[in-house]
């Protein structure tokens, strides 16, 4: 992966800094309860997106996705079929939120591993990369929608947004930049780009559109 890049910048500009703290970040330099932390979400992010996968949303998303068909890249988890990466990220996005089961940070107020496990996984599976990549992608997901969800704050969310797909956007994006080893300045366009695609009303809060957007998040950061 290359190093974060050394160029100057001033305090001002936020997104390259935080492009450039996600793009430093390796596995060798992860702390090993960090790891295990990252394990831990990765491994209930599965479980519960095996479950959701039963869910009428997921069936819905599943049996669409497989009608538009697409390059056979990544698989749709509960049911093995292959679709295009953005379609994987898509479907199992959803079907990881759709029964509300997925972890929470209160930082971001939301579920960090709902958007970034989805986009990473279908990549890394594209692109047949490892573990280690994986993880450090997930990490780096996880840190980048926090900070965002921490500059973001409560008002936010309590202006009826819904930070899962909101500021989960970022870290689908920030986690991709990962395991495509780019350097900050490109990862900073990136999360631009993840930033104009960042939707979710917590007014769909009890209807198929909560997971949904998990889903958009995983799929748009990606």
Known sequence: MPQATTAAFDDTDLTLRLAAHGM??????????????????LIDWLGVTLAGSREPLAEIMRAEALEEGGASQATILGGGAKT????????????????????????????????????ILALAEKNGLGGKALLTALVT?????????????????????????????????????????????TCARALGIAGTQAAGLKSMFGTMCKPFHAGKAASNGL
């Open 24 to 41: 430093g970040l390796t596995f060798e330099s992860l702390p090993r309860e960090t790891i295990e932390v990252a394990r831990h979400c």
């Open 84 to 119: 295009s990466v953005i379609q994987a990220a898509l479907v199992n996005g959803a079907t990881g939120h759709a029964l509300d089961y997925d972890d929470v940070n209160l930082t971001m107020i939301g579920h960090p591993t709902a958007a970034v496990a989805p986009a």
């Open 141 to 185: 997901g996880i840190e980048t929608e926090c900070r965002v969800g921490a500059m973001m704050n409560e008002a936010h969310y309590n202006a009826g947004w819904h930070a899962t797909g909101t500021v989960g956007t970022f870290g689908a994006a920030a986690g991709a930049a990962s395991l495509l080893g780019l350097d900050a300045e």
